[in-house]
């Protein structure tokens, strides 16, 4: 039996200047590139088919079957193929990239070597989102190292391999995470989603054949390359095969990154967290972002693969578990949230810009209990416009919060039209409200004592 | 006033990096920033005729990107995270603090062009919440107090440090390495907080790993005999319950 905990992505982050590439070299780095050097790209591919690894960036889709959309190589018309990576990490509550990135670069950038060797690209980009400044640093400084090293440019350890890879900083735009405006963003242009078919693989970047994959799956790709597709296929789930990070927030003792095989439940991770705020009680969570439906304290044995949380009516996502204990007001979390999908809105389809709008007016009025019963229905209704009708996801996310919180909490909606007004304290939700908690100082080591 | 030849050497350096020029645009509106202190209308300029773009079509991109600001920034730029899991967790009051406290509204700069203010989304920290940005670097589990003495010290021009990265400098140097040009400071700050390997730790304590991997249980046995002794129990008994439950 797997042991609860697996640190594999995140087993080298400890070390004394991980993100150096002679830490990275002690440890073993780069010798996945070596061995997948030594196997056909075809083989690479098949060994990552295999591992059964899905998508880590939320969809969950099978990596291997993604590299396996490209269309195969035409010498009548020869186009450049490209790999993308999305480090673009902005979905609420998602924190496990950029760690990795900041930590051990190095793990990201092999990937990307061997991931594009597989798909047969010459040229890789690493979108990484432009508000995080030292991973940013971190992350061209592991790229200037492994040019200098010989594992990237040319004739990679001598195989005939070349590969150039760029890192690019965005701008501050959530929805360039959705893979198609994210291209958008990589050409020069605002970043919209694009209409698909045709889908990337076969029209992507500058209209050439193009594989986006999620920094932690293309991470992934160097310890199952090394290890083997068995060794992953065997941590995990039938379906969700192998180990994941479980970023754990909000109300517990011992917020922070989880590494285990996908599966656990909430229960373990919160038992392994330290449990709930003390005097406190779980009150709802995400299981994979805002864009997730919420789940209450009924879904704690939920397994966290891919079906498990489907079947509750949720999503995996991106494992990103906001916690949330009974001193938090559920309206205004939600109000929140919707704010945020109304600026981030792109614009580009009705649905989404005019209806973010409508949601967060609907939303205020039942918050500051101005509103009336109906605008439950209301909010049900417009949502039920947006989801399904929005060009990508980020219309339909948005409903995710608001529908799952009148499915459980519709009682606390009304709450606020009795009460006229929210009736909790928001202070009481606050990091310093608990007395367990030590007030935290400004330096870096103090900042964190409270662990 | 247009930009110095030295500036559109960059720019140039910037588009050069891609197999289409075009692609160059965020990073060189990032370098613009930096030069001009916010996306100035002959910063735009400058894109336009390095890239043989309409200054129109760069202005459409600049003005969709939160990072890329039409008004003058101040020398620091300070973003408190106000999305859900930072706003519950007191990153509202903190907000709310800062704005009294240095007289300024949502995307505002102070009277003496210090710091400019403004409420961010969520910025990848939600471990670490409530979580407040300098020039995008990471300033972790702040309280009002915290980020009160952090805007002092900044305005006091006091030496600063993130506490996940590097000294503060300011955030024209940042936009400048946003822009791709590094500035020397990687190698500061260390390569995770505590809340990045709480798991790590955990399993480290308890003699977890995953298949094959000895790393994590060889320095087990001196640091927590007892842990691995409670932890070996407890996994035994699951394993125990497993196997019966497989039996059935």
Redesign the interface.
Known sequence: MTDTLTPVLTANWADDRAWTLSAYAEQGGYDALDVALGMSPEEVQTTVKDSGLRGRGGAGFPTGVKWGFLPPPDPENPKPRYLVVNADESEPGTCKDIPLMMASPHTLVEGVIISSYAIRAERAFIYVRGEVLHVIRRLRAAVREAYEAGHLGTDIHGSGYDLELVVHAGAGAYICGEETALLDSLEGRRGQPRLRPPFPAVAGLYASPTVINNAESIASVPAIVKNGADWFAGMGTEKSAGFGIFSLSGHVKKPGQYEAPLGITLRELIDLAGGVREGHELKFWTPGGSSTPLFTDEHLDVPLDFEGVQAAGSMLGTRALQIFDDSVCVVRAVLRWTEFYKHESCGKCTPCREGTWWLVQVLERLEKGDGEPGDLDLLLDQCDNILGRSFCALGDGATSPITSSIKYFRDEYLAHLEHGGCPFDARKSTAWADPVVEPVETTPEEAVAHD | MSLAPETYDELREIAG????A??????M??LVQSVEGRVTPEGIEACASV?GLTAAEVS??AT?????KRHPVGTHHV?VC????C????G??IFACLREKLEVGNDETTADGKITLEH???????????VV?V?????????P??AS??VD?LREGREV??????KITSWRE?ER????F??G???E???????????????RE????????T??SVEVPQQMPEAVEEADTS?AE??TI?EEASDD
């Open positions: 990096r891609y197999p289409q075009r692609s160059g645009l965020l990073p509106l990032h890239l459409g991109v969709f990107y939160t990072m890329y973003g106000t999305n859900t899991l706003a519950v967790m007191g509202d009051e961010i989304e969520c910025n990848a920290a939600c471990d670490y919440a409530p940005m020039n995008w670097e990471f300033f972790d589990n702040q309280t107090e915290s003495q952090l010290d440090v993130a506490s996940r990265g590097a940042a390495v946003l822009a791709g590094e500035d400071l990687v190698d700050g260390s390569a995770a907080g505590p809340a990045s390997v709480v798991g790590l730790e955990l399993a308890r003699g977890w790993a995953a298949p094959g991997d790393r994590g996994r699951s394993e497993a």
